[in-house]
């Protein structure tokens, strides 16, 4: 059994409270949870208007199926036209 998380930062432009934060940010995780079948949170900067840390989880029995599930939950979240634009993303398989 492989567990793969998928940790992304985001910057979230011209926000100036935690209610804009968080109309960004639940379109993001309720589209990739619908989309790709994975477990979707906010995980850090929880109190930070302009930064958001999501993370996305998926189980599986082979590593590079998680590892690619993960590496398209990215390309999603990059191509879509959300008002966030990614950071950094770490993928850690388990």
Known sequence: MVV???TVQLEI???DSLKGKRH???P???RVRDH???SAAEVDDLDAWQRA???FACV???ANYAHGLLEKVVDYIERSRF???ILDYQIELL
């Open 60 to 62: 599986s029995n082979d």
């Open 36 to 38: 790709f079948n994975v």
């Open 24 to 26: 960004v940010v639940k």
């Open 83 to 85: 008002d966030a634009n």
């Open 13 to 15: 432009f011209g926000n």
């Open 53 to 55: 840390t999501i993370a």
């Open 4 to 6: 793969g998380i998928c």
């Open 28 to 30: 993001i995780l309720a």
